[in-house]
């Protein structure tokens, strides 16, 4: 990965829901307790179909289209993402 520039720990409680987003380095993660679940896209088909916000924008990086309740009416792009997402379920320890 290359020399370390930064570090940052995000914890969560129960239920919480990250909203769709890609980030701009890689991660780690360790899951402590309870699941998580991720939904990952091949990057060129994420930044297209779950339509992101503009660069500079407070929301950059994260999906305007909504995973849940998916409108192809207002984001026609979505229909790239159907079937292409790779499901993880991540379990104490992993």
């Not at 914890?11 to 699941?35: E, K, P």
């Not at 207002?74 to 790239?80: F, K, N």
Request: aromatic share 10%; no cysteine.
């Amino acid at each position: 990965f290359g020399p370390l520039h930064a570090a940052q720990l995000f914890a969560s409680g129960a239920r919480a829901v990250t909203s769709s987003h890609y980030d701009q380095s890689h991660n780690i993660f360790v899951q402590l307790s309870g699941r998580k679940r991720f939904l990952l896209f091949p990057p060129l088909v994420g930044g297209r179909a779950l339509a992101p916000f503009p660069v500079r924008h407070p929301r950059d990086r994260q999906a305007r289209a909504d995973l849940l309740a998916p409108d192809y009416g207002r984001w026609p792009m979505l229909e790239l993402a159907r079937g292409r997402a790779v499901e993880a379920v991540l379990h104490p320890g992993d």
